[in-house]
């Protein structure tokens, strides 16, 4: 499993960021930053798909 991000979406919350810090970080312009885009293993997994709920643009994606 992978998550991506459409940068052209994000309104820069941060939400990402703050659920899953190893994960997410943000550009200078504020937009979401995949950091690890792969997502292995059962907590992984939950905290990704966490981030994809917290996201208020629904910038994220998880992709099998």
Do not use: H, K, N, Y
């Amino acid at each position: 499993m992978r998550i991506t991000a459409d940068t052209q979406r994000c309104l820069g919350a941060g939400q990402c960021v703050l659920s899953d810090p190893d994960r997410f970080d943000q550009s200078e312009e504020g937009t979401v930053l995949v950091l690890r885009a792969r997502v292995d293993g059962a907590d992984e997994a939950a905290r990704a798909r966490e981030s994809v709920a917290l996201c208020p643009s629904q910038a994220l994606a998880l992709e099998v």
